[in-house]
């Protein structure tokens, strides 16, 4: 796929044809030009999200009206599985529709569901499809999930975290989980030393997650996981608190090797142009010297206070660098920061701030004047 693609391009007419050759092959039985029809009438107007929805409504239209009978079609199609172009990123999202197609027509059948899902995982990730059995069905949905921490397949494995993280990216919010994680931790006990590093980047991100709401719990574990001196649970522990050491919380610096309490003296910013046009860069130069007498490792990073809509302003932060300054050692350092229109954030005319970080504390600040059109 071209390096320009969007991302609702994985779910286009070349994926349609690979979902009709998959269902034919595992011994659906429909017409194949209907099916095309139907899928693509109103797939090209629609996002990705969008499409998956539409293209579980078609294969609702065109397999047996019986979940179980349907769910035996799915269970073949693995074999039959076109998994497309290897060079294309975004392949994977043809089965996409399969496995949400589970979570809207076999929700009251968990039974065959789970199962199902275990089966359909490896063609693309169960996470989204998983989180409706979770709320309508916990106990029987989480025993499950515990069994698939001990399978043999990383597939499955990680899906026993990514499936429970309680605010998973893209997927739908687990409030009760986000009330009370004691059942995650439990289950991401079984998967904190996985022979995967994809498990464990899932284990990372969602204690990350759990962070975001329980921080203490999140260290309390972090400190306990550390004390076995595993060497894989250390990148676990930076990468599932960095939220926390972005949020400058005091007791995760410590927890990662960071000096406790910096004793450090820093110049104000000098932020050049001092007026940036939208679509320019700001280039941000600090100096900062350890007035300690011992080595002192610090994580550096900066926030930019944009200006809102109000004339308000909110920060965001940024990460710079990790330093280890010797007694008395200065280090100056540089970052080019580009202010380019983005998705996520909405720029407004007028004074903003970057500020300096270390140890997630707020030090010196310095304005710059920002110009959209």
Known sequence: MAANA??????????????IDGLHGAGAD?????????????????ELKDR???????????????????????????????????????????????TDYVAEYGLNHPEVALPLLRYLTPLYTAEFAIRPFLECHPE???RQMVLWCLDSSADVRRLASEGIRPRLP????????????????ALLE??????????????????????????ELVLETCRRWLADAVPERQWIVRHATRTLVKSGHPEVFPLLGFTAKPVVKITPPTLTPGTV??????HITTTIRSTS???????????????????????????????????????????????KPITTRRYYSGKQRVEVLVNGKMTQSADFNLLVP
Request: glycine residues 6%; charged residues 25%.
């Open 6 to 19: 969007l991302m609702k391009d994985g779910l286009g007419e070349a994926a349609v044809e690979r979902i």
């Open 30 to 46: 429909f017409s194949h030009a209907v099916f095309r029809k139907d899928a693509l009438s109103a797939l090209p107007r629609l």
């Open 52 to 98: 998956v929805r539409h293209l579980i409504v078609v294969m609702g239209k065109h397999l047996p009206s019986s979940f179980p009978q349907s769910a035996k079609i799915l269970g073949r199609i693995r074999d039959h599985w076109d998994k497309g172009d290897p060079n294309d990123n975004l392949s994977s999202f043809a089965a996409w529709p399969i």
């Open 140 to 142: 029987m949905t989480y």
């Open 170 to 185: 893209w997927g739908r919010q687990l409030p009760s989980y986000i009330e009370n994680p004691s059942d995650i931790i």
């Open 190 to 215: 079984n998967l904190r030393d996985d022979p995967s590093d994809y498990v464990r980047r899932s284990v990372a991100n969602n204690l990350n997650d759990i962070s975001k709401d329980h921080p």
């Open 277 to 282: 046009e939208l679509g320019g860069a700001l």
């Open 293 to 339: 007498t011992k080595k002192q490792r610090l994580v550096i990073d900066y926030a930019i206070h944009f200006m809102k809509a109000n004339g308000r302003t909110a920060a965001k932060v940024f990460k710079w660098k990790n330093l280890a300054l010797q007694a008395g050692e200065s280090v100056t350092l540089s970052k080019s920061h580009p202010l």
